[in-house]
């Protein structure tokens, strides 16, 4: 296994490793003293990240995502309040 690169937000952080057959990605909390350290603690111990199932996640979002279209409220049915 070899460590390719990583990615931190504090100490969370994203390992980027090649096996010898494929790039995998785990995630995972380090100490943040020595970043190898944890760079290897996750690699061995983290959960498996998977970039492409985040995709949507990362995409920006449209103006109708940020301001949804919300029907007005009948002032006419009394059992809807």
Known sequence: MKIIDSFWFGLV?????????????????????????D?????????????KEMQWFFTPATYLDANPIVPETPSDNKSYM
């Not at 096996?19 to 003293?33: A, P, S």
């Open 13 to 37: 952080g994203i390992v980027k490793i090649h096996n010898g057959f494929e790039t995998k990605w785990y995630i995972g909390q380090g100490i943040g003293t020595d970043q190898k350290a």
């Open 39 to 51: 760079e290897l603690h996750i690699a061995q111990y983290g959960k498996p990240f998977r970039p």
